[in-house]
């Protein structure tokens, strides 16, 4: 299954009766999200098979609205990755730039829309997997506060990071399904509802960024390549003839964002996929001694080696003796990042930096070294570490390569209504 866009290719019908804000509207969901009948797999063998008998609450939702849900999308294996490359089920092509990565981990859902296989399309970011793959195949994401949009129904990889989020080829697509998903939910403590201060999110996209004030992290622009930094800079530029100003910021902790990230969202992965052990879920295997053996042999097969390699790392950092070196130190310099984003956000009404330090990799360029896919989520990390809300809007081509880059603009706390004011002044 070379390529593939969707893991499962089959319709879910909505609400008949339905006269809702999706009525007739396609969306393509992301395979870590339960739909009831319908298998999903979380791009990996290890659920190949596991049938879900309930909806998330968003696909509720959706099927509420009356929009039709087309499929179910390819993801990086359990929402690790950056590429949509390490998917049990094979790689994504970018429909924006054949040959290249779409992005990841929602990869299959921004390639979705992108292709025009879905109108819109739900993923999630845990570190910038909406953000990353809206970037690289030129379409629009949204990563929502936490707390914004019920986490259940999402197989869980990072609890304390992870948010379900819309993708649209316009900002105010991307906005009106997140106006059908957010809410609270009885069945997930962690939401919450919001006021507006106008009707819909989807009615704050006018592009009215007069007055509007930008501050630039000096952090998150240095890193990028030449192209993508010019790109971002004709955006603002952009931005500012529309009656908008910006100044440059500093975020000095974001400099440590992505170590204290790998140690969280690790050691949140290594409790989380305790569960997959071959009694409830897991492929057969040969192995016929104690209960170890099987479990071992269970996730030898069923998981793939990022996910493996995370589950290592984070079992680790939580050992007897190392619990303090690595996992506290990690919450203290979370606590740090969100120090910084809040003093810089009360200089200026949103954030602005290139959503990606770079343009989307050649398929099979980062696999051989992890440590360069890490890196390159070195923008979007320290979002998740805030809590904070962020968008990626389609900035340009870069002039180096000619390949898709992404401007991500960051609010404070549900701020959301402010950021696709913002954001759709560059449509």
Same mark, same amino acid.
């Given at each position: 299954?070379?390529?593939?866009?969707?893991?499962?290719?089959?319709?879910?019908?909505?609400?008949?009766?339905?006269?809702?804000?999706?009525?007739?509207?396609?969306?393509?969901?992301?395979?870590?999200?339960?739909?009831?009948?319908?298998?999903?797999?979380?791009?990996?063998?290890?659920?190949?098979?596991?049938?879900?008998?309930?909806?998330?609450?968003?696909?509720?939702?959706?099927?509420?609205?009356?929009?039709?849900?087309?499929?179910?999308?390819?993801?990086?294996?359990?929402?690790?990755?950056?590429?949509?490359?390490?998917? /049990?089920?094979?790689?994504?092509?970018?429909?924006? !730039?054949? +040959?290249?990565?779409? *992005? #990841? %981990?929602?990869?299959?859902? $921004? =390639? /979705?829309?992108?292709?025009?296989?879905?109108?819109? !399309?739900? +993923?999630?970011?845990? *570190? #910038? %997997?909406?953000?990353?793959? $809206? =970037?690289?195949?030129?379409?629009?994401?949204?990563?929502?506060?936490? +707390?914004?949009?019920?986490?259940?129904?999402?197989?869980?990889?990072?609890?304390?990071?992870?948010?379900?989020?819309?993708?649209?080829?316009?900002?105010?697509?991307?906005?009106?399904?997140?106006?059908?998903?957010?809410?609270?939910?009885?069945?997930?403590?962690?939401?919450?509802?919001?006021?507006?201060?106008?009707?819909?999110?989807?009615?704050?996209?006018?592009?009215?960024?007069?007055?509007?004030?930008?501050?630039?992290?000096?952090?998150?622009?240095?890193?990028?390549?030449?192209?993508?930094?010019?790109?971002?800079?004709?955006?603002?530029?952009?931005?500012?003839?529309?009656?908008?100003?910006?100044?440059?910021?500093?975020?000095?902790?974001?400099?440590?964002?992505?170590?204290?990230?790998?140690?969280?969202?690790?050691?949140?992965?290594?409790?989380?996929?305790?569960?997959?052990?071959?009694?409830?879920?897991?492929?057969?295997?040969?192995?016929?001694?104690?209960?170890?053996?099987?479990?071992?042999?269970?996730?030898?097969?069923?998981?793939?080696?990022?996910?493996?390699?995370?589950?290592?790392?984070?079992?680790?950092?939580?050992?007897?003796?190392?619990?303090?070196?690595?996992?506290?130190?990690?919450?203290?310099?979370?606590?740090?990042?969100?120090?910084?984003?809040?003093?810089?956000?009360?200089?200026?009404?949103?954030?602005?930096?290139?959503?990606?330090?770079?343009?989307?990799?050649?398929?099979?360029?980062?696999?051989?070294?992890?440590?360069?896919?890490?890196?390159?989520?070195?923008?979007?990390?320290?979002?998740?570490?805030?809590?904070?809300?962020?968008?990626?809007?389609?900035?340009?081509?870069?002039?180096?390569?000619?390949?898709?880059?992404?401007?991500?603009?960051?609010?404070?706390?549900?701020?959301?209504?402010?950021?696709?004011?913002?954001?759709?002044?560059?449509?």
């Amino acid at each position: 299954m070379a390529d593939t866009i969707f893991i499962t290719d089959e319709r879910i019908d909505g609400d008949a009766d339905a006269d809702g804000p999706l009525t007739g509207r396609t969306v393509a969901i992301k395979d870590n999200i339960s739909t009831e009948g319908v298998r999903t797999t979380c791009g990996s063998a290890m659920l190949e098979d596991y049938v879900p008998p309930y909806d998330a609450t968003v696909v509720s939702r959706l099927k509420d609205a009356g929009a039709t849900i087309v499929g179910k999308t390819n993801m990086d294996e359990f929402g690790m990755g950056t590429t949509t490359e390490t998917s /049990a089920f094979g790689p994504t092509d970018n429909p924006a !730039a054949p +040959g290249h990565v779409p *992005g #990841g %981990s929602s990869g299959g859902s $921004a =390639a /979705a829309v992108a292709a025009g296989e879905a109108e819109l !399309a739900l +993923g999630s970011d845990t *570190g #910038g %997997s909406i953000r990353c793959p $809206a =970037a690289f195949c030129g379409v629009v994401g949204i990563k929502p506060t936490y +707390g914004l949009v019920s986490r259940y129904g999402l197989v869980a990889y990072g609890n304390s990071l992870e948010q379900i989020g819309p993708f649209g080829e316009t900002v105010e697509d991307a906005a009106a399904l997140l106006d059908v998903i957010t809410g609270p939910d009885d069945r997930d403590a962690t939401t919450r509802a919001v006021e507006l201060d106008g009707e819909s999110y989807a009615d704050a996209a006018t592009g009215d960024v007069d007055g509007l004030t930008i501050g630039v992290p000096t952090e998150l622009v240095e890193g990028a390549d030449e192209g993508v930094v010019d790109t971002f800079w004709d955006a603002i530029a952009e931005l500012e003839a529309q009656g908008a100003e910006y100044h440059e910021v500093s975020l000095p902790s974001v400099e440590h964002a992505v170590e204290a990230y790998y140690v969280i969202a690790m050691s949140e992965a290594s409790s989380n996929l305790a569960r997959f052990d071959g009694v409830r879920y897991g492929p057969a295997t040969d192995a016929d001694g104690n209960w170890n053996e099987t479990f071992a042999a269970v996730r030898k097969e069923g998981f793939g080696d990022e996910v493996k390699r995370r589950i290592l790392l984070g079992t680790y950092a939580l050992s007897a003796g190392y619990h303090d070196k690595y996992y506290k130190k990690a919450q203290d310099a979370r606590a740090w990042v969100k120090q910084d984003f809040d003093e810089a956000l009360s200089e200026a009404d949103v954030l602005a930096s290139p959503t990606m330090p770079v343009t989307p990799f050649e398929q099979g360029e980062s696999l051989d070294d992890p440590l360069q896919m890490y890196l390159a989520d070195a923008n979007t990390v320290p979002v998740n570490l805030a809590d904070l809300p962020a968008i990626s809007v389609p900035a340009g081509e870069s002039d180096v390569d000619g390949l898709p880059v992404g401007l991500q603009l960051v609010g404070p706390s549900f701020g959301e209504e402010r950021l696709i004011r913002a954001a759709s002044a560059l449509e």
